[in-house]
Nanobody
Framework: VQLQASGGGLVQAGGSLRLSCAAS????????MGWFRQAPGKEREFVAA????????HYADSVKGRFTISRDNAKKTVYLQMNSLKPEDTAVYYC????????????????WGKGTQVTVSS
């Protein structure tokens, strides 16, 4: 699976962005997918995950209620709708095909995509 994230940019605090991640490969629809982010000087952290059939989603506490992960298997695309953005959301965002879906754990990543920069100004 090859992944390419897009949709990042500069936005003011309180604004919204929608990230997209286009996938190639026939196995995309069977993979649970996730979004991660890495801020300058910090380790990469989990943001959200979605089961292969969109039946379940899991979010980091820091984005719960503000971000929504979704997917369209026919388009081989996963999305991250980000609302009420805060300066602390500034990071490079990465999509990933994860090894399994969990409501509790951060899953290991099988495939990483290239990131997209999100910058939130105060």
């Amino acid at each position: 699976v090859q992944l390419q994230a897009s949709g990042g940019g500069l936005v003011q605090a309180g604004g919204s962005l929608r990230l997209s991640c286009a996938a190639s490969g026939r196995t995309f629809s069977s993979y649970p997918m996730g979004w991660f982010r890495q801020a300058p000087g910090k380790e990469r952290e989990f943001v959200a995950a979605i089961r292969w059939n969109s039946g379940n989603t899991h979010y980091a506490d820091s984005v719960k209620g503000r971000f929504t992960i979704s997917r369209d298997n026919a388009k081989k695309t996963v999305y991250l709708q980000m609302n009420s953005l805060k300066p602390e959301d500034t990071a490079v965002y990465y999509c990933a095909a994860v090894a399994y879906y969990s409501d509790y754990d951060v899953p290991p990543v099988d495939y990483w995509g290239k990131g997209t920069q999100v910058t939130v100004s105060s």
